[in-house]
């Protein structure tokens, strides 16, 4: 009896997605709930498991082929698959003389999207390289590390020039098809610039107390909860802290309307191999500070393992985004749509400043919130910002609740 393989739901307004990579190829065993297919969809990537047991006996989507909800991929069918030997076959070889064995073919990789390109770039061979990720995949980070690691050509002695020859056409430049996850990233980019009314404040942030702080207790917050003490659960409630005195900046526009949130829904940005995902940590404000860092870990992880759903990619009131991370020292976030603020960090580094009539060194952050003009005024962003800034210059007020 054959089973069909079709295309699950996708979750509230996605309705088509494409086909990532098969994991099996026809006539491949296959057992229930195994992974089968990788979908890409505008917000997540997702893999569809199989229905059933039995041999993978068609393939009707192709990689690359965009597919609707409700649409067939494949069929899987009754028998044990190539793999599987005849019982005649199996009989003749038990009375056949023992040959010396073959060496066993090695296990075919799977590679990520993004880690095939890094291979064709660098002239790796996928196949030698030592997959990191999940059920042994090969991600990006493997082969950059691969390519680190691979010797370099001897050097051609100045005297001796290598003669230049003319560049093969097609190898100056390589075309490949956006992914719908990078297609709806630009598509909101651009939406919010054509949208909202963005514009940007700056300010700085002296980091000593946090990081005074979190030196002091970060060996026990561990030990207690299990998670690191990171920053961004400071950010978190100093942004909270200023949205309750700031609510417009906690607020969208629907149509002729303003929607004020009651609710503090905190977006982090996450970069991952497949482009920015915004996961929410829901409630952020009945959180405890080990409760914002676990949320975020967990949501962390899911991201880079491409197993976020869309409930932990939407309803998000405000986003909070670290180019820090990356080593950016000053940047202009775009808005999240419909969201109307963002608040950007960034690297901390060490830098002279005057306090009392002395010269100082600091660890100090610039901080930048980008906000919707048709509903925040300069006073109130700029007010918002000063009231992070000052949370984090006084962790105490987090505590306390000042």
Not at 158 to 184: D, F, I, N, S, W
């Amino acid at each position: 009896m054959s089973v069909e393989i079709k295309v699950p739901s996708l979750g509230e307004s996605v309705t088509e997605a494409t086909i990532g990579q098969w994991f099996k190829k026809v006539g491949d065993r296959v057992e229930a709930d195994e992974p089968l297919v990788e979908l890409e969809t505008d917000k997540v990537t997702l893999e569809v498991n199989a229905p059933a047991s039995g041999v993978l006996t068609e393939i009707l989507a192709e990689e690359g082929a965009d597919v609707e909800v409700g649409a067939l991929l494949g069929v899987i069918g009754e028998g044990q698959g190539a793999a599987a030997a005849k019982p005649a076959e199996a009989s003749k070889k038990a009375e056949a003389p023992k040959a010396e064995p073959a060496p066993a073919p090695a296990a075919e990789k799977i590679l990520s999207p993004a880690a095939r390109k890094a291979a064709a770039d660098a002239g790796i061979d996928a196949a030698s390289v030592e997959g990191t990720g999940r059920d042994g995949r090969v991600m990006k980070d493997d082969v950059q590390r691969a390519a680190a690691a691979k010797p370099a050509a001897p050097a051609v002695p100045a005297a001796a020039p290598a003669p230049k020859t003319a560049q093969p056409a097609g190898e100056r430049e390589t075309r490949v098809r956006m992914t719908k996850l990078r297609r709806r990233i630009a598509e909101r980019l651009k939406d919010a610039q054509n949208t909202a009314a963005i514009l940007t404040t700056y300010n700085e942030v002296d980091m000593s107390q946090v990081m005074a702080l979190r030196n002091r207790y970060k060996d026990g917050f561990e030990k207690k909860h299990g998670v690191k003490l990171g920053f961004m659960s400071f950010f978190v409630k100093a942004s909270i802290a200023a949205l309750k005195e700031y609510p417009a900046v906690n607020a969208q526009i629907d149509g002729d309307e303003l929607i004020y949130k009651n609710h503090y829904d905190i977006g982090v940005a996450v970069g991952t191999e497949q482009g920015l995902v915004v996961p929410v940590v829901r409630d952020a404000d009945q959180l405890s500070f080990a409760g914002v860092e676990a949320t975020i870990n967990a949501l962390g992880v899911k991201a880079r393992d491409g197993k976020l759903t869309m409930e932990e990619l939407t309803g998000g009131t405000f986003t909070i985004s670290n180019g820090g991370v990356y080593g950016s020292l000053m940047s202009s976030p775009i808005l999240n749509p419909p969201q109307s603020g963002i608040l950007g960090m960034h690297k901390i580094q060490e830098r002279p400043m005057a306090e009392k009539g002395q010269v100082v060194i600091r660890p100090m952050m610039y901080l930048a919130l980008s906000y919707d003009h048709r509903i925040i005024d300069g006073k109130e962003a700029v007010s918002f910002l000063v009231r992070v800034k000052e949370c984090i210059e006084n962790p105490e007020r987090l505590l306390f609740d000042l």
